[in-house]
C-alpha cells in the first residue's frame, strides 16, 4: 500500500527566451482511475483529493491538496529536498531530490495537441520505467529547467529540460492507476519567499520510501 501511494505522489511545474519567467499560482483539477481492484477509483480520489494548488517561485515550489492522505509537498532548491506532510502526522517526511526509481527510457514531441485555458500546449511524452507520462505545456508560462537540474525525482527535471514551462495538463499512466490533471487557473504573481518555508519548529524526518 504504501508504494502504491507514493508512486501516486510521484507523478503527483510569449518565448523562453523572451518572457518573464512564470511565479504564481497554478490550480489543477486531478482525477485518478485505479487498476488496483483492492483499492477502487473513489477511494484513491478521496485520500488524494480533486484539487491542487501548485505555487512556484524561482527554484522552489509548493502543491497544497484537499485530500486526506497528503496535506502539502515542498521542494526547497538550496536543499534540494522534496518535503511532505502527512495529515495523520505531525512530521514532515522528505526525499533527496537528486535520487530517483524511475528511469525515461525514450521521449517525442507532439506540437499543438490541445488547448487549456487559451494556451496552445504542445505535448511531451515520457515512455518511463514506470509506465506512460504525458505533459501538455505553453512556452508562455516558461520556467528556468536549469534551477531543477538536481531534481530527479518523480522525472520532474527530465519534463523541464525539455518543456522548459509550467505543465497545464498532465496524464500518468502507471500499471496501478491513471492520474489526469488539468488547469483550471493560472494566475500570474509576485510570491513572498515565506510561503517556500517549513513551518516553524517542525520536525522533519527521512522518508522510509
Not at 487498476?35 to 524561482?58: H, V, W
Not at 521521449?107 to 488547448?115: A, G
Request: hydrophobic fraction near 35%; include cysteine; proline fraction near 3%.
Amino acid at each position: 500500500m504504501r508504494t502504491f501511494l507514493t508512486l501516486t505522489l510521484l507523478v503527483l511545474i510569449t518565448t523562453f527566451c523572451s518572457a518573464q519567467l512564470f511565479e504564481g499560482r497554478v490550480v489543477y483539477e486531478n482525477t485518478y482511475e485505479s487498476k488496483n481492484t483492492q483499492f477502487p477509483s473513489e477511494k484513491l480520489q478521496e485520500m488524494m483529493g480533486d484539487n491542487q494548488t501548485y505555487l512556484i517561485k524561482d527554484g522552489d515550489y509548493k502543491s497544497s491538496m484537499n485530500g486526506k492522505f497528503m496535506e502539502w509537498q515542498l521542494y526547497r532548491n538550496q536543499e534540494n529536498k522534496l518535503y511532505r506532510k502527512m495529515l495523520n502526522s505531525e512530521l514532515a517526511f522528505w526525499n533527496d531530490a537528486a535520487l530517483n526509481t524511475d528511469s525515461v527510457l525514450s521521449f517525442e514531441i507532439n506540437r499543438n495537441v490541445v488547448e487549456v485555458l487559451g494556451y496552445k500546449c504542445d505535448e511531451l511524452v515520457l515512455n518511463c520505467t514506470s509506465g506512460i507520462q504525458k505533459y501538455y505545456y505553453s512556452r508562455k508560462l516558461a520556467i528556468d529547467a536549469k534551477l531543477f537540474e538536481n531534481h530527479k525525482y518523480g522525472n520532474w527535471y527530465s519534463f523541464l529540460e525539455k518543456a522548459k514551462a509550467i505543465p497545464l495538463k498532465m496524464v500518468v499512466d502507471h500499471p496501478e492507476l491513471t492520474l489526469t490533471s488539468i488547469a483550471i487557473s493560472v494566475e500570474p504573481m509576485e510570491l513572498s519567499k515565506s510561503e517556500f518555508e517549513l513551518p516553524e519548529k517542525m520536525a522533519t524526518t527521512k522518508s522510509p520510501n
